[in-house]
């Protein structure tokens, strides 16, 4: 490591994972020690265990070690520091007195400490708190560090309760994460306003919003997970490029995202989603167990060529008898590729069995690609396919992920039947699991 160029060790310490590895070695190495203060990165996470020597054993607190690292830096633009998620099982009764202001992260007596050294140069600022110490006590947090880090690019809070009070704007920032929040913005207009300048937005299970209302010209990306007691939610961002929106029973959803070009939509009763025509909208993945009315009630453009619908589970049987390929391919007549979970593509092979050939629509429709997948225990699925493959002449590529619990027996038949009866479409073969990651096994004519 001695011979190495100072630039390389400096690049070497500045991506290390934890830096409490850094300081130790500072002790172990003069080298080491003599380039710390060009390090521009600190990475510091409060472990599983380490929470537990520090209860048993006389080591450093954690927020000691934190300021020490910062104390000692000259130009850090990147700080991570935060709580293993392996903490989040802890109850408030596995606390002792001792240690209940030990991993409070977003305390602003504690911010205060070290913000005001690295103020000038942060660009990136990370803080994962500790729930169980964090949840009952209302943050200042985020009106210091808007008032301190003009040059802030990036910040992510997660775990914390937050205020907005004397909250102000900070152009420069353009990517804002806020994961499991208790935010007393309950419309979010603080956010909007002093945020003018934000590309991305993260807020993924941030409660205490009533008819949120998220507005940025800017903004290009946006993943929201909404808890379940908004029953008003509205987007304006005309830049908006891709949506990923996870909700329960909204009576209302606007959407105001003309240049939306990729939408991942999961809502649990869609009765009250409707919404205008996404004219420039190429991928859309939906899941809900209210898939037909979604459909019915939404208009979302003729030129989506991407589609992956995720039933869920089994909808009302009136709606399986409704739900068939036909549906989808009246519905989105340009898809060139269809994604279809094992609900799904249950439901439709059960609107098949139930209506026949005669209601499966879109002999002449774009479709190339069906990917899916089946769980089966008979050889229906044989009948079913090949239906589809005389009914969509311009299908040629089919993917197909069995069960793995399936017989070998019917899943062998499934390939040879339809292998050697279709040998202008490419097959690809594969088994998946409830939980686990799809595994491809063979592909070809």
């Known amino acids: 490591m001695d011979d190495l160029p100072s630039e390389l060790v400096v690049k070497i310490l500045n991506r290390l994972n934890d830096s409490a590895d850094l300081a130790r070695s500072r002790v172990a190495s003069k080298r080491f020690n003599s380039l710390w203060r060009e390090v521009q990165t600190v990475n510091l996470l409060c472990t599983l265990s380490r929470y537990s020597k520090s209860r048993s054993t006389s080591v450093t607190p954690f927020k000691t070690v934190f300021r020490n690292l910062i104390e000692d830096s000259r130009n850090v633009r990147v700080i991570s520091v935060g709580v293993d998620k392996a903490l989040s099982g802890m109850s408030f009764d ?6 209940s ?3 409070y992260l977003t305390d602003v007596e504690f911010v205060r400490v070290w913000l005001p050294r690295v103020r000038d140069d942060l660009e990136m600022l990370s803080i994962s708190d500790f729930w169980i110490q964090s949840c009952w006590r209302r943050s200042d947090v985020l009106a210091l560090v808007s008032s301190n880090c003009s040059k802030l690019v990036k910040l992510e809070v997660k775990n914390a309760w937050l205020s907005v009070v004397g909250l102000t704007q900070m152009p420069n920032l353009r990517h804002l994460t806020l994961e499991f929040i208790r935010l007393d913005d309950e419309n979010l207009e603080k956010v909007s306003d002093c945020f003018p300048f934000l590309q991305v937005l993260n807020l993924i299970g941030v409660g205490g919003l009533k008819e949120p209302k998220i507005h940025f010209l800017h903004l290009r990306s946006c ?9 008003s939610l509205t987007i304006m961002a005309p ?3 891709e949506l990923r929106l996870k909700c329960n029973k909204p009576k209302s959803l606007v959407l105001e995202t003309p240049k939306l070009v990729k939408f991942c939509l999961s809502v649990e009763d ?10 420039k909208l190429d991928t859309f993945e939906v899941i809900s167990p209210d898939v037909y009315r979604l459909i019915k009630n939404t208009r979302l453009g003729n030129k989506i060529r991407k589609l992956a619908v995720d039933s869920v589970k089994s909808t009302e049987d009136s709606d399986r008898l409704k739900f068939g390929l036909g549906t989808l391919l009246e519905a989105f007549p340009s898809i060139a590729s269809l994604t279809l979970s094992h609900v799904t593509w249950s439901n439709i092979k059960t609107h098949f069995q139930s209506e026949g050939v005669v209601h499966m629509k879109g002999t002449d429709t774009a479709l190339k690609q069906i990917t899916a997948r089946v769980q089966t225990s008979d050889y229906t699925d044989v009948s079913f396919i090949r239906s589809i493959l005389n009914n969509c002449k311009g299908l040629t590529d089919m993917r197909l992920m069995i069960h793995q619990d ?5 899943r062998d038949l499934l390939i040879s039947a339809c292998t050697m009866s279709n040998p202008r479409v490419r097959w690809s073969w594969g088994t998946w699991a409830e939980g686990g ?8 004519t």
Do not use: K, M, Q, Y
């Open 437 to 444: 990651e799809d595994i491809w096994v063979s592909s070809g």
């Open 270 to 279: 869609a009765e009250g989603v409707s919404f205008s025509e996404l004219g």
């Open 94 to 99: 596995d606390l002792v007195e001792d240690d």
């Open 239 to 241: 830049n908006l490029l």
């Open 101 to 103: 202001d030990e991993l």
């Open 406 to 410: 399936t017989d070998p027996r019917v």
């Open 223 to 231: 993943h929201w997970t909404v808890s379940n007691a908004p029953l």
